[in-house]
């Protein structure tokens, strides 16, 4: 099928995640950018490979900085989500 209604809905979002990676795009926004993959796909994309995380709340943004940074402070929105 050429649509990629065959696809996993995780494979299609890879594909669109690798396609944003190849254009060299400057900013990438992902929307709960994992909520759709399934196990084998989630293995692959992973937010700790950017150089920075932004982390918003109710549409506005809270923090922004290294995730290693993020991760130890134990206040930060973003350290809270990869600790659950």
Known sequence: ??????????????FCLGRALLKRSQILVLDEATASFDNSTDYYPTVMDCSKALAMSDGKIVEHDEQSKLM??????FGQLVKV
């Open 1 to 14: 099928m050429k649509d990629g209604s065959n696809w996993s809905l995780g494979q299609r979002q890879l």
């Open 72 to 77: 130890n402070n134990d206040t930060s929105l």
